[in-house]
């Protein structure tokens, strides 16, 4: 009596697993199971074919002294299209924009954009590149921060 029903635990606990181990199958059918077989390469998805830009001057979290007047060095680079024109905005005002003089459209843009510096604090200069089609560059930003300039005595 006892061989038996240990034989009859042990046909609960297997239909107990089956029944778990369908569970696991219907709820990795019903998520999108991503487990895959063989040799398969995951094909990374490309990152958008867009302009780049990047601050050469100045650094960033830089001070300047107020009423300089500061030249802002952007190069903006697309090897696609090209570079059409880069703008730079210093706290959400537009300062300054550039276009190249050879072409339309070039690779690659290096700009010199000024600014004087004013407003004592820190101020976000945020710059773009754009495609003679429009398509913007991610932006890039900086911080800077304008201290007032040292009295003199005379």
């Not at 696609?80 to 003089?101: F, H, M, N, R, S």
Request: aromatic share 6%; hydrophobic share 45%; glycine share 8%.
């Amino acid at each position: 009596m006892y061989r038996v029903l240990a034989q009859l635990n042990m046909v609960k606990a297997l239909l107990r697993q089956k029944r778990l181990f369908a569970l696991i199958g219907v709820t990795l059918l019903l998520n999108g199971c991503n487990l895959r077989y063989g040799n398969v390469t995951n094909t990374p998805f490309p990152t958008p074919d867009i302009p780049r830009l990047h601050f050469l001057f100045p650094e960033n979290n830089s001070t300047v002294l107020e009423g300089t007047d500061l030249g802002v060095n952007l190069l903006a680079e697309d090897a696609g299209i090209g570079v059409a024109q880069v703008q730079l905005l210093v706290d959400d005002t537009l300062v300054g924009e550039g276009k190249p003089e050879i072409a339309e459209a070039v690779p690659t843009f290096t700009v010199t954009l000024h600014w004087i510096a004013k407003g004592i604090g820190k101020h976000a200069l945020v710059a773009y590149a754009f495609r003679p089609d429009g398509t913007p560059s991610a932006p890039a930003t900086i911080v800077l921060e304008v201290v007032p300039r040292p009295e003199t005595t005379p």
